[in-house]
């Protein structure tokens, strides 16, 4: 696991806090934010994006990595994400995360900023599916 410090920690537990705020949710009213820290310490903001098109929806986690990919960003060091109770990342976003790294620092924390849990991408996804899975298949 990548080491975090304390004033890390809490500072991306505010910065998805902040960005829970600005979630779009109409349809379910299950508000989402999250902040990703890479390597570079740069740190990009996410927000779940609901669409009537229930398909069309877009998870927090995600944004904040799409955010970061576009902006040249390859390596991560943690994300946190807030949630009224403290859910985790769904199993897209999980897959997502893994592509980048999968001993990247994931904090689940509630509306209050309760760190509820610290794990990595690799608690989160046993066994993910990567490229090596793919090299595998072309032998």
Excluded at 3 to 9: A, G, K, P, Q, V
Excluded at 45 to 63: F, K, Q
Excluded at 92 to 107: H, I, M, N, S
Aim: with cysteine.
């Amino acid at each position: 696991m990548k080491m975090l410090t304390d004033e890390f920690r809490s500072l991306l537990i505010q910065k998805a806090q902040d960005a829970w705020q600005r979630a779009y949710a109409p349809y379910s009213t299950y508000a989402v934010g999250a902040a990703l820290l890479t390597d570079t310490g740069k740190i990009y903001d996410g927000v779940n994006i609901e669409n009537a098109v229930y398909p069309l929806t877009v998870c927090a986690e995600r944004v904040a990595v799409f955010k970061a990919v576009s902006e040249g960003e390859r390596s991560f060091r943690a994300i946190a994400v807030v949630t009224r109770n403290g859910g985790t990342p769904c199993g897209a976003c999980r897959q997502v995360l893994a592509e980048f790294g999968l001993d990247t620092v994931v904090l689940i924390a509630d509306l209050q900023g309760n760190l509820l849990h610290e794990l990595t991408v690799a608690d989160l996804l046993p066994h993910a599916f990567g490229e090596a899975d793919l090299d595998a298949a072309r032998d």
